[in-house]
């Protein structure tokens, strides 16, 4: 049976010193080599589960800061191609301003061939023949101007007393009155935005289509809802004796060589737009794109929605442009018609208004994600900072404890010395 060792009580003293200095050692090398004063639950249970939540929200922050930063890419594809069809609906306005530039020869023209204004009448009148023409009467009794009146075309008053034009689709009637002069009508017609008169010095009559379509200039008058045209006051004016005149309008080779030019714009619009795409999400091809802001679900999540629109040359309006002098439906547009130029080019100026408009949509979204970013990277760093500020130990101090345990771990085994040494005195004797 083993007897337990004596020891006296300043070695006991000096030993359970020495074993107290022990752990603080032990503690103190753990806290130097793990940086943290708490590793675990049971150095304190409030702090070391308070930083593991804190940590934990951090992590999951974290996470979802790969996904806000692939929303910001997301947008910003689409707003570089938002950048890119704007180039492109500019170079079309150029190809439309060139075919503007390069106006189709010929432009329909129903020219008179009898002076309204003779020589005669402006011997007799001190004044230019276009001048007598200008303020002649139109309806009523034929009479030359004199130097007491200023002459009558004739024009039957029941028979002929309307002007109309036709150029394409559109129509346009004036209604002449009985004191009305042919200055009246001239400024009756170019008014109409369908063609425009004049009288030259030899007080001929012409009237020019301002587009490309065929015009049709003739007199007469509506009975029960239809208008009757009239030859015979149709040549008074124009010297023949048909109901109408037409001349139809040229084409211009520098317009057809744009056609292609433009279709090709055209095609790159669709092209770019379904290119700006981002990880498998593109916003102008109508996607819907989500970036959520926080760890939670259901109806405290933070989170940003972002609708996309399909961008297409149709969508804004932009039609094919088609080798032809007539007008074209919907939003065609012939390259020979002037009209159809003029339609093209207002319908690429409301397409880079449209195109502003989704690109400051698009711009104010980034601002928002982009600010959300900022600020969950900055409370990132909070929920860190906080976490370590309950568990990480202070290496300054813990430094300076273990020089202080260290010397004091040398003094106590030199004091456990000094404990034996009467011992060792008895152990002389001994010998």
Do not use: C, H, W
């Amino acid at each position: 049976m083993s007897s337990a060792i004596t020891l006296s009580a300043a070695t006991r003293q000096n030993l359970l010193s020495l074993q107290d200095t022990a752990g603080l050692a032990a503690t103190n090398q753990g806290r130097l080599a793990t940086g943290k004063k708490v590793n675990s639950a049971l150095d304190n249970p409030v702090n070391f589960f308070t930083a593991q939540n804190l940590s934990n929200r951090s992590t999951a922050l974290s996470g979802l800061l790969d996904g806000i930063s692939n929303g910001i890419q997301t947008i910003q594809a689409a707003s570089k191609g938002i950048d890119t069809v704007t180039s492109l609906v500019k170079q079309l306005q150029s190809v439309v301003s060139q075919a503007q530039s390069n106006a189709a020869t010929n432009l329909p023209k129903v020219s008179g061939t009898v002076a309204l204004g003779t020589a005669g009448e402006a011997s007799t009148t001190g004044k230019s023949q276009r001048d007598v023409a200008m303020a002649k009467t139109v309806l009523g009794t034929a009479g030359p101007a004199t130097g007491s009146a200023s002459g009558n075309l004739g024009l039957s008053a029941s028979a002929a007393n309307q002007v109309q034009l036709k150029a394409g689709n559109a129509v346009y009637t004036y209604t002449v009155g009985a004191t009305d002069t042919l200055g009246d009508v001239v400024n009756a017609i170019n008014k109409s935005g369908i063609a425009n008169a004049s009288v030259d010095s030899n007080g001929l009559l012409s009237v020019t289509g301002s587009g490309s379509d065929a015009l049709t200039v003739s007199l007469g008058a509506t009975t029960a809802g239809t208008f009757a045209a009239s030859s015979t006051d149709t040549a008074l004016l124009f010297g023949t004796a048909t109901t109408s005149g037409v001349t139809g309008g040229g084409t211009s080779a520098q317009r057809s060589a744009l056609v292609d030019q433009f279709k090709n714009l055209r095609t790159q619009i669709n092209q770019a737009a379904q290119d700006a795409g981002f990880n498998g999400t593109n916003l102008l091809a109508g996607d819907k794109l989500t970036v959520v802001f926080n760890e939670k679900t259901g109806g405290g999540q933070s989170k940003l929605d972002v609708q996309g629109d399909a961008l297409t040359a149709s969508g804004l309006g932009i039609g094919s442009l088609v080798d032809s002098a007539a007008t074209q439906p919907g939003a065609d547009f012939g390259v020979q018609n002037n009209a159809d130029l003029t339609k093209a080019a207002n319908a690429l100026t409301n397409a880079l208004t449209s195109l502003n408009s989704l690109s400051s949509t698009l711009g104010s979204n980034l601002s928002v994600v982009q600010t959300r970013q900022d600020f969950t990277k900055n409370l990132v760093n909070v929920l860190e900072t906080g976490s370590a500020n309950l568990t990480n130990a202070d290496m300054n101090e813990e430094a300076a404890n273990s020089q202080a345990l260290s010397t004091r771990q040398s003094l106590g085994i030199s004091a456990l010395s000094l404990a034996n040494q009467a011992n060792q005195g008895i152990l002389q004797l001994l010998r």
